[in-house]
């Protein structure tokens, strides 16, 4: 038996509900489904890319291709420095104070045996020679005004590292200039002039903590007296040192590079046995070789340098070791010798004497934490000498940021032309756009004149466009359809829209049906 | 007085039952209909003794609770089927503690309420510790639910069900006070307890003709629990339906609304002093962005797809919910309390942070349709999935949470039952509902002999 028939006011109550379903889907689910899968594509401007290079050599004569990747610095290493050594291992011992890979460096010393080095890219050529002198058991350096490097030192033994240390206090500047405007990284674009912001002997860093260790063998123990070394009036006495010297820091010049410099309380001690020993973990910048060569000239047995108990969280801490040597060493008067990025050490006399101790560690600290600008009194430093080359390095660096700018865009490009299904967000033409800019104003400052200002604002612009350009690549919006194909796409939209779909239709189908049943009717009736 | 006078009177409901009542229900209902004039405009009458009985019971019970087992606030609390971090009472108390300390609560993406909670809750400070068991804590929500079970029971009394065949007050009272569900939802502290309250009383005051006072709560309802704003189309019917249905009485109530909805959010941002909580609050839960398992069915879907989908997704699923919203109130035009009992029932199921309060309210909402029941097919079946998963849904979040020894498959797959449950629910309740309209109002609690 058929059902009775629906009334008027039925089928048009079932018309409204069947439409108003319709409603939502059309004008809500369809603009955002398009609006939620629609692959945005924000237009670059590809073709300023290819002018960008253009406009570095027709406006300024620069080809960016004029310099190779990495700033090459040839060095020519006479005979008198190879005596027991090779010019590999000083470049790795220069390697492992300069702290920095291969890799990451715009600026390595190329070493060479050979009188005369290939010159790119306008780059002055040195020449090194080592001297010995008894005089000193320090390894100095001296620049003359023909770039010859002199390292003097006191004997061939062990001379690899005191070359390399001699090095390395040449191009010291030079090195942490580069290693931190190199071009993996910025991190600060808005520096002030960067002669400020630069160390001799540690990487930058905000913060730093000095951490004191009084090492003491055994023997020396026996003959001070535990008592007198470990007694609570030496720590107190230690402490008022340490104090007295972090309050001299704190009002001093270096205030001005450093926000926070913090010592631990108490002193660490460490003990030295006469055994050879294996080395412990160490300071992450100083290797056990190289210490232990240094050592070495003192004839002392290896030691084992243990982390102190220091907890602080700055961003750099520094050890400074006060070495009770034993009594086998016969060491008269006091020495000391400063290790870049880790510390100092400082080895008693016969007559041990805190007072002139922690002088000495503040002039170490001075030294490894003042700016190059610094120059000290005795003359010793000739890092002057290279400021006029760093005016050049710095805009071959900018040269070479501005030229992985360009490679990072164009290959950008090139990305984007031949994957029509990566999304290209907004945030991706924010950065092309800020990377362009900083490419102009680079350009616009490399073409000022040579100052101290011009050329460092050069290098930051040009290291921001390098910067920007990388982070356009590397969004990671633009990732995000990548993996999904098309095919994926309708086994996901399938089963979602599907079963709302069918009731849809089936409800529309039957209000087209019953619409056209009533035309049928009513063309009869007026039949 | 007869039916007939009713009908006259109240033009709104068409006669779903229209017999000859018993003896017994033909005189409450010529009560109902003698005093439906003088109903519209006085308060609400007394209960009777029985109503009251179940209401004290229930504060007891709720004291006890509260009393004997102190650790049950945090105990309950902790399940993600009782409480979600919308309505999380321990949230509520960090955000609290932000706001009183001059700190905006809606950084760190720990609170998501509605400002109005920081305000109520800072108001009973005053009179004692906020903790979930003290005693202020304790007489709030225990009121909370008093108020509705009185607003429950009202409703069922109210004209706009007069002419139907209902259950006693008392039973409705106690099938909301003494819903387990119900009870833990209030013992956790849940501040849906509160929301729902709101929501009730505005169906109340709706039935009631206090038409202003009913937008106010719907207003406030849906600040607190934003899915209640889908409510508004068959409350516009509701408020409508004693005056001419016209475009200027649907704006009149709709401007009231948006208004009334308005100056909430104004406090909310005179209070945190930024816009900035809209999106901790409505955006957290329009965009799903505290990704934690719950008793819906969103958590898994967001757990495994890839980002690319997710905001097609988001809007898909809060589109499920909506797109109900206007056919319902099209097709029960004529009963828009049987419209809103739906529309809850669908967004208990379709939004984005459900909890088995959420259910609690939709029984209880559905016990004042008792002249359904017998049109009901699969009430038993339904019963016992709810059942089955109410019961294994803790047992696997523990074994996969705490034990390590399940996965979230396990708790998902008893989402899925308890949502397959409450949709057999919510069709056949609507099958049934529409059936008694197709069937010409027969009671069908009337029995049929054969001779």
């Given amino acids: 038996m058929p059902p009775p028939p629906e009334s008027a006011e039925a089928i048009i109550l079932r018309r409204k509900v069947v439409l108003s379903f319709w409603a939502v889907f059309l004008f809500l689910g369809l603009p955002l489904w398009f609006q939620t899968t629609t692959i945005h594509r924000t237009p670059l401007p590809l073709s300023v890319f290819q002018t960008l290079d253009d406009e570095l050599q027709?406006?300024?004569?620069?080809?960016?291709?004029?310099?190779?990747?990495?700033?090459?610095?040839?060095?020519?290493?006479?005979?008198?420095?190879?005596?027991?050594?090779?010019?590999?291992?000083?470049?790795?011992?220069?390697?492992?104070?300069?702290?920095?890979?291969?890799?990451?460096?715009?600026?390595?010393?190329?070493?060479?045996?050979?009188?005369?080095?290939?010159?790119?890219?306008?780059?002055?050529?040195?020449?090194?020679?080592?001297i010995i002198s008894d005089r000193t058991p320090l390894p100095k350096v001296k620049v003359s005004e023909s770039d010859e490097i002199r390292v003097y030192i006191p004997s061939h033994v062990g001379s690899k590292a005191m070359i390399a240390k001699g090095l390395y206090d040449a191009f010291v500047g030079d090195i942490l200039f580069f290693n931190k405007h190199h071009l993996g990284s910025i991190d600060r674009a808005a520096l002030p002039d960067v002669e400020s912001t630069m160390y001799r002997g540690a990487p930058y860093a905000d913060a730093v903590h000095l951490s004191f260790t009084l090492l003491i063998s055994l023997d020396t123990l026996s003959s001070y007296g535990e008592i007198e070394v470990l007694s609570p009036e030496f720590q107190s006495e230690w402490r008022g040192h340490v104090e007295k010297l972090l309050n001299i820091l704190q009002s001093g010049e270096l205030s001005r590079y450093l926000s926070s410099i913090t010592f631990d309380t108490d002193v660490g001690f460490q003990y030295m046995t006469d055994s050879k020993q294996e080395w412990a973990r160490l300071e992450e910048d100083v290797s056990p070789e190289k210490l232990s060569s240094l050592l070495d000239t003192w004839d002392l047995q290896p030691i084992t340098l243990l982390n102190t108990n220091s907890k602080s969280s700055a961003s750099k801490v520094l050890q400074f070791v006060y070495f009770l040597p034993p009594h086998s060493a016969n060491t008269k008067s006091s020495l000391s010798f400063t290790v870049a990025n880790w510390g100092g050490v400082v080895m008693a006399g016969d007559r041990p004497d805190l007072h002139s101790t922690m002088r000495t560690f503040e002039k170490?600290?001075?030294?490894?934490?003042?700016?190059?600008?610094?120059?000290?009194?005795?003359?010793?430093?000739?890092?002057?000498?290279?400021?006029?080359?760093?005016?050049?390095?710095?805009?071959?660096?900018?040269?070479?940021n501005l030229r992985g700018a360009v490679e990072t865009l164009s290959a950008l490009s090139r990305l984007v032309s031949s994957l029509p299904e990566m999304a290209v967000p907004l945030t991706v033409r924010d950065l092309v756009d800020a990377a362009v800019k900083e490419w102009r104003s680079a350009v616009t400052y490399l073409h000022a004149d040579i100052d101290g200002v011009a050329e460092n604002r050069a290098l930051r612009h040009a290291a921001a466009a390098a910067r920007f350009a990388r982070l356009a690549v590397f969004d990671k919006n633009m990732m995000l359809n990548m993996f999904v194909p098309f095919e994926h796409k309708i086994a996901?939209?399938?089963?979602?829209?599907?079963?709302?779909?069918?009731?849809?239709?089936?409800?529309?189908?039957?209000?087209?049906?019953?619409?056209?049943?009533?035309?049928?009717s009513r063309k009869k009736k007026e039949q | 007085m007869q039916i007939r006078s009713c009908r006259e009177i109240d033009n709104i409901t068409l006669s779903l039952v229209d017999i000859t009542y018993t003896s017994n229900q033909q005189a409450r209902c010529s009560q109902t209909c003698y005093d439906t004039r003088l109903n519209y405009h006085r308060p609400l009458a007394l209960m009777d003794w029985r109503t009251c009985a179940a209401i004290f019971a229930a504060?007891?019970?709720?004291?006890?609770?509260?009393?004997?087992?102190?650790?049950?606030?945090?105990?309950?609390?902790?399940?993600?089927?009782v409480t979600t971090t919308m309505t999380s009472f321990k949230q509520m108390k960090e955000g609290l503690h932000l706001y009183e300390i001059g700190l905006s609560p809606y950084?760190?993406?720990?609170?998501?309420?509605?400002?109005?909670?920081?305000?109520?809750f800072k108001f009973a400070g005053k009179f004692g510790p906020t903790s979930p068991d003290s005693f202020i804590i304790n007489v709030l929500y225990t009121f909370a639910d008093i108020i509705t079970a009185y607003f429950l029971c009202a409703i069922s009394k109210s004209p706009k069900l007069a002419k139907t065949n209902q259950l006693a007050d008392w039973v409705i009272a106690a099938l909301y006070l003494f819903n387990p569900l119900v009870v833990a939802t209030n013992i956790s502290r849940s501040t849906a307890v509160l929301s729902n309250a709101t929501m009730v009383g505005s169906i109340a005051y709706a039935c009631y003709n206090k038409n202003i006072l009913s937008v106010i709560f719907l207003a406030v309802a849906s600040h607190a629990n934003f899915y209640t704003i889908y409510l508004v189309p068959p409350f516009l019917l509701l408020w409508t339906s004693t005056t001419n249905t016209s475009t200027a009485s649907v704006t009149k109530y709709l401007f009231l609304y948006i208004t009334a909805s308005a100056g909430l959010a104004s406090i909310g941002y005179f209070m945190t002093g930024s816009w900035q909580y809209l999106s901790a609050t409505y955006g957290s839960l329009l965009f799903f962005k505290d990704l934690v398992p719950n008793m819906g069915l969103?958590?898994?879907?967001?757990?495994?797809?890839?980002?690319?989908?997710?905001?097609?997704?988001?809007?898909i699923f809060q589109l499920y919910s909506l797109i109900y919203v206007l056919p319902i109130t099209f097709r029960l035009h004529n009963y828009p309390l049987m419209a809103i009992t739906c529309i809850v029932g669908i967004t208990t199921i379709s939004k984005s942070y459900p909890e088995i309060g959420d259910l609690g309210m939709y029984i209880s909402l559905l016990s004042l349709f008792r002249f359904i029941f017998p049109n009901v097919r699969y009430a038993l079946f339904a019963a016992l999935v709810i059942l089955h998963s109410l019961v294994l849904a803790p047992n696997f979040y523990h074994l996969w949470i705490y034990l390590g020894s399940g996965n979230a498959n396990f708790i998902y797959a008893i989402t899925l039952v308890y949502t397959i449950g409450l949709t057999i629910i919510i069709t056949d309740t609507l099958r049934a509902a529409l059936r008694i309209e197709f069937d010409g109002g027969a009671d069908p609690s009337k029995s049929v002999i054969q001779i």
């Avoid at chain 1, 399938?494 to 009731?503: F, S």
Wanted: net charge positive; aromatic share 12%.
């Fill in chain 1, 492 to 520: 996901v939209y399938l089963p979602l829209l599907g079963p709302v779909l069918v009731p849809l239709v089936a409800g529309l189908r039957r209000v087209i049906i019953e619409s056209r049943k009533k035309k049928v």
């Fill in chain 1, 58 to 130: 027709g406006g300024y004569g620069i080809r960016s291709d004029d310099c190779p990747g990495i700033l090459r610095v040839p060095v020519g290493v006479k005979e008198s420095c190879l005596f027991d050594t090779t010019t590999g291992e000083i470049s790795e011992q220069v390697k492992l104070l300069a702290g920095t890979e291969e890799n990451q460096s715009v600026f390595s010393l190329q070493l060479s045996d050979r009188r005369e080095c290939r010159t790119d890219c306008a780059i002055p050529k040195y020449s090194l020679d080592c």
């Fill in chain 2, 298 to 315: 969103w958590w898994y879907f967001f757990m495994e797809m890839f980002d690319f989908f997710r905001p097609l997704f988001t809007y």
């Fill in chain 2, 107 to 120: 950084n760190g993406g720990v609170y998501h309420q509605a400002p109005i909670f920081l305000l109520l």
């Fill in chain 1, 364 to 400: 170490q600290i001075d030294k490894l934490l003042s700016p190059v600008s610094f120059s000290l009194a005795d003359g010793s430093w000739k890092s002057r000498k290279l400021l006029p080359h760093r005016h050049e390095f710095a805009r071959i660096a900018t040269i070479m």
């Fill in chain 2, 59 to 81: 504060a007891i019970l709720r004291q006890s609770l509260s009393f004997l087992f102190p650790s049950l606030h945090s105990l309950l609390g902790q399940h993600v089927e």
